[in-house]
């Protein structure tokens, strides 16, 4: 499970260096991230165990020279069926696509997707519906950082990382085409993350 784990706190103020931005134009890349991920683990409650990552992702990125570039996908990581009376894996698929009904909010995230992924234990392609709602469920943990780097040439650049991560629960479906998968899920959180880098131009 992915989470921003950048919680040093630097408050100091960045001294000013030879090339500081006052001595020319600054570079600037900016990146914002919104996410979510559920595990999910379940069954039919007699043979059959499912187990899926569901991990969605908006990422907006920009430089001070470029327009923002938007992009959206939805990943499905190691979900599997299993049947426990026979030993028999059933179904095993990994796969990722875009997503445009990715919404974000503080408190909560909400997706769906249908993508159609290959059952690596038969060959045969399965869609994969996916209908989820994160809601907050735990105390949200703010965390930022600012560093600065220097080089042995005397070029430097800051960059600034801020967020946030909340615990979550889902609730919604996910099917395989045929075996709707249950929504217990130990582990899901919401994130977002902003980043910016700046860099003095040289000439």
């Given at each position: 499970?992915?989470?921003?784990?950048?919680?040093?706190?630097?408050?100091?103020?960045?001294?000013?260096?030879?090339?500081?931005?006052?001595?020319?134009?600054?570079?600037?890349?900016?990146?914002?991230?919104?996410?979510?991920?559920?595990?999910?683990?379940?069954?039919?409650?007699?043979?059959?165990?499912?187990?899926?990552?569901?991990?969605?992702?908006?990422?907006?990125?920009?430089?001070?020279?470029?327009?923002?570039?938007?992009?959206?996908?939805?990943?499905?990581?190691?979900?599997?069926?299993?049947?426990?009376?026979?030993?028999?894996?059933?179904?095993?698929?990994n796969g990722?696509?875009?997503?445009?009904?990715?919404?974000?909010?503080?408190?909560?995230?909400?997706?769906?997707?249908?993508?159609?992924?290959?059952?690596?234990?038969?060959?045969?392609v399965v869609?994969?519906?996916?209908?989820?709602?994160?809601?907050?469920?735990?105390?949200?943990?703010?965390?930022r950082n600012?560093?600065?780097?220097?080089?042995?040439?005397?070029?430097?650049?800051?960059?600034?990382?801020?967020?946030?991560?909340?615990?979550?629960?889902?609730?919604?479906?996910?099917?395989?085409?045929?075996?709707?998968?249950?929504?217990?899920?130990?582990?899901?959180?919401?994130?977002?993350?902003?980043?910016?880098?700046?860099?003095?131009?040289?000439?």
């Open positions: 499970m992915k989470l921003f784990l950048s919680f040093v706190l630097l408050l100091a103020p960045i001294p000013a260096l030879a090339g500081d931005p006052a001595a020319g134009d600054l570079s600037t890349t900016f990146t914002e991230t919104q996410e979510a991920s559920a595990d999910l683990v379940g069954g039919d409650g007699g043979c059959i165990t499912t187990s899926a990552n569901i991990f969605v992702t908006r990422l907006r990125g920009s430089t001070s020279q470029s327009s923002p570039v938007v992009v959206r996908r939805i990943f499905v990581r190691n979900m599997t069926r299993m049947n426990t009376c026979t030993g028999a894996l059933e179904l095993s698929v990722s696509g875009p997503v445009e009904n990715f919404f974000f909010w503080d408190s909560g995230a909400s997706v769906g997707a249908l993508l159609q992924l290959t059952n690596t234990v038969t060959g045969a869609p994969v519906r996916v209908d989820l709602v994160w809601t907050a469920s735990g105390e949200k943990t703010d965390y600012e560093t600065l780097r220097t080089r042995p040439d005397g070029t430097w650049d800051t960059e600034s990382n801020f967020g946030m991560t909340v615990l979550s629960f889902t609730t919604g479906s996910v099917t395989d085409g045929a075996f709707q998968y249950a929504l217990t899920s130990p582990s899901a959180y919401i994130a977002k993350n902003t980043r910016k880098t700046k860099t003095p131009i040289t000439n």
